[in-house]
């Protein structure tokens, strides 16, 4: 058991009893798509909250949450797991909400929405995505790779959501779980050290433009540069003078500004 979903465990379980006698408290901390402009935390209070009057609904969501959540924690770090988890819970809200007003459903703009299945469902996502291949067991008997069961529950909550078979489930907050989860790994992936140096390493004239690559190659002493090094400069040279200076890669650029020094 890791150290975040441990406490989210805890956090949705103790919400649980808590709620169960308290309508009130349960009724505050609930998403009402029509109410969400006065009542802003319920975007992120209703991921911890389960329908009281039964126990299944917590059960799936957190035996989902033991199972996948420990191996994505570990593998993401707790406080990028937690964003995830919380970002997967909130797109989903909002994709719930866009949903019932673009159907301008009345009754559905004062159904409230709770539980943790969209955070659950980004934590989904994100564990197919690293391992596509592990294989979970449906009703604890048929092997399924996780790839093919989150294709399964995007079929099945479009196929509910669209045809109206409702049945008391948000099918879009699930969708938007698996957006929300796909779109944190995206910007994740682009915000990476790796990516910020692939990307400036690919941009032409990243380190320096064609003026300051011109005066930097006129420092340039071919006579006082080691032989590999001259044939180098005598390379990039024939290459300047066909195709110019925007033809040169990151390293060529390097290249001239290591030795535009006058360093041989």
């Keep these: 058991m890791t150290r975040v979903v441990g406490q989210l465990l805890l956090a949705n379980l103790l919400m649980f009893v808590v709620t169960r006698g308290n309508l009130t408290l ?3 901390l609930s998403l009402v798509p029509a109410q969400v402009l006065v009542k802003p935390w319920t975007l992120i209070t209703y991921q911890f909250l389960h329908d009281p009057g039964g126990f299944s609904h917590i059960f799936f969501n957190m035996l989902a949450l033991f199972f996948f959540g420990p191996k994505l924690e570990m ?3 707790s406080g990028t797991f937690l964003k995830l988890y919380l970002t997967a819970g909130l797109v989903g809200a ?3 909400i866009l949903w019932t ?3 301008m459903s009345q009754g559905g703009l004062y159904v409230p929405m709770v539980g ?4 659950v469902y980004g934590v989904l996502f994100a564990y ?6 592990d294989r979970v067991l449906i009703w604890f008997v048929i092997p399924v790779q996780i790839r093919f069961l989150v294709i399964f529950f995007t079929l099945i909550s479009l196929w509910s959501g669209l045809g109206g078979v409702g049945g008391g489930v948000a099918h879009f907050a699930h969708l938007g779980g698996f957006l929300g989860g796909w779109l944190y790994l995206r910007v994740r992936a682009a915000r990476s050290p790796a990516a910020q140096f692939r990307k400036q390493s690919e941009s032409p004239g990243a380190s320096l433009g064609e003026r300051e690559l011109t005066v930097k190659w006129r420092q340039i002493e071919p006579a006082s540069l080691h032989p590999v090094n001259r044939d180098e400069y005598e390379r990039i040279s024939t290459k300047v003078k066909g ?3 925007s033809a040169l890669t990151e390293r060529e650029r390097t290249f001239i500004e290591r030795f535009g020094g006058g360093f041989g």
């Design 75 to 77: 593998r993401l770090g």
């Design 101 to 103: 007003f673009l159907m």
């Design 94 to 96: 909002i994709v719930h």
């Design 26 to 28: 349960f009724s505050q």
């Design 243 to 245: 195709l110019g200076w």
């Design 128 to 133: 197919a995505r690293f391992w596509p291949r």
């Design 116 to 119: 943790a299945s969209a955070a």
